[in-house]
């Protein structure tokens, strides 16, 4: 005879994509029982206020770890088809590439020589060009937004069958939303220390964002999903962050993701402002540019560790300069992005494992705690997977819809 289930306290630290996807799960569950399973998520300072708010939304079967994408892939389709994704989060196929372009000079910099201080560009490790297999060779004809005297040749590494996308705060909202109509509760409040009892976890302690009053929340289960500061909330946690920039541009275009590889010219220099400053680059620059259905065109830089993570997403100092960068990089070879404005400038940090590897889902060796973080830059497209499979060890007992013994944080703890 099946034993009665017991009442559940289940705590989520962070209203990230990761946490957010983990309470949807939960909620869906077949085991959840809303009269006596309790999730909350606790929330620091707002859902999706971090990486899941700024990222691109690419979704791939080419991802990595290669044990969870096509699990997460497929959920994702599937909860686009039951909640209307397509509307509520912009999830749609698109086809997805590598351009290899010369940029060209306009605006501010036009005629003007500069110096160049040669840096090499820091790639998110999202792929590795020379590894990404090149399926077919030329450029679309659809493929119209970048001028055809710029674009030197093209790649394609994903097809609409093998690549998708969402709006990842649309998308991480959505979750939360979701979660809570179904009796999920968001607290927003800094987690401060995860506390237990023998070998067991015990609760929560956090201050409460408005009152700055410190609370303790008992929990039977907590989930560690803090993504850059799951370190802040449990020093073990091997989690590292690095900072990266990226743009919104308004540019109505074909529904590509593009991976480029641009060549300056010599003299190429920074507009904005009427001065042309020294350009932080060498001669080659791979900004990504994703086109969104809602009529812009996503952008993002380089990686750098220049400043470390601060307390909070809210204290996350976004570095003008480097927005620009981008921008000029990306109009230096497409006109609709020349001519749009720019509708956000902003940085986040992106989670990763020490030493790689990740991301890190399941128990810690403390009952009742688990991980759910490290996800680098496939965290939106495998939230999905982390979700299911962290509702599975917390109803079930172990991972059922994937074999993860390589996401195991106890390896790497
Ligand atoms: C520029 C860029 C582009 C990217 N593009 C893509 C992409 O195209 N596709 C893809 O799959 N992935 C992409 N990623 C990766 C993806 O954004 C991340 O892997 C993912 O967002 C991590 O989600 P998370 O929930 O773990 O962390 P976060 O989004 O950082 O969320 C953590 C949350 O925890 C909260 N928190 C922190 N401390 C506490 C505390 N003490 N108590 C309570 N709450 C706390 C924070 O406020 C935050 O809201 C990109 C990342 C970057 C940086």
């Known amino acids: 005879m099946a034993s009665e289930p017991r009442p559940r306290n289940i705590v989520i630290v962070g209203g990230g994509i990761i946490g957010c996807t983990c309470s949807y799960f939960l909620t869906r569950h077949p085991s959840f029982d809303p009269s006596i399973h309790k999730i909350t998520i606790i929330e620091a300072t707002a859902i999706a206020s971090g990486a899941s708010g700024k990222a691109g939304g690419l979704l791939a079967l080419w991802a990595y770890p290669a044990n969870i994408v096509k699990l997460s892939y497929q959920l994702h389709a599937e909860l686009a088809q ?31 020589t500069v110096g160049n201080n040669g840096e090499e560009w820091k790639k998110l490790p999202k792929t590795d060009n020379k590894k990404a297999k090149s399926i077919a060779a030329g450029i679309p004809k659809d493929l119209d937004w970048f001028d055809a005297e710029a674009v030197k040749g093209y790649s394609e590494m994903g097809t609409p069958s093998t690549t998708a996308q969402v709006h990842p705060y649309q998308f991480t909202t959505s ?40 609370h303790t929340l008992p929990a039977t289960d907590v989930i560690l999903a803090a993504g850059p500061w799951t370190s802040h909330v449990y020093p073990e946690a091997p989690i590292e962050a690095m900072r990266a920039h990226s743009v919104v541009i308004k540019a109505d275009v074909t529904p590509y993701a593009v991976f480029s590889e641009i060549d300056l010219p010599k003299d190429f220099g920074r507009t904005g402002g009427g001065d042309v400053k020294k350009k932080r680059h060498g001669l080659s620059v791979s900004p990504e540019m994703y086109a969104r259905p809602d009529g812009t065109v996503y952008a993002c830089g380089e990686g750098d560790t220049l400043i470390p993570l601060p307390k909070t997403s809210d204290l996350v100092v976004c570095d003008e300069d480097r927005c620009q960068d981008i921008i000029d990089y990306c109009v230096s070879i497409s006109t609709p992005m020349r001519e749009g404005d720019v509708l956000a400038r902003q940085a986040c940090y992106l989670p990763s494992v020490a030493g790689g590897g990740g991301p890190l889902i399941g128990e810690t060796g403390t009952k009742g705690l688990f991980m759910a973080t490290g996800h680098t830059c496939w965290g939106i497209q495998n939230s999905c997977a982390t979700g299911k499979l962290i509702s599975e060890f917390v109803f079930d007992g172990k991972a059922k819809s994937a074999k993860i013994d390589s996401l195991d944080p106890r390896r790497f703890l």
């Open 82 to 112: 039951k909640h209307d994704g397509a509307k509520r989060w912009g999830y749609r196929a698109v086809h997805c590439g590598s351009l290899r372009a010369k940029g060209r000079i306009f605006g501010d910099a036009d005629g003007k």
């Open 175 to 214: 979750m939360a939303d979701l979660a809570k109509e179904a009796g999920a509760k968001i607290i927003l409040g800094s987690v401060t220390a995860v506390d237990s009892f023998g070998d067991g976890v015990k609760g929560v302690t956090y201050e409460d964002k408005d009152t700055k009053h410190i």
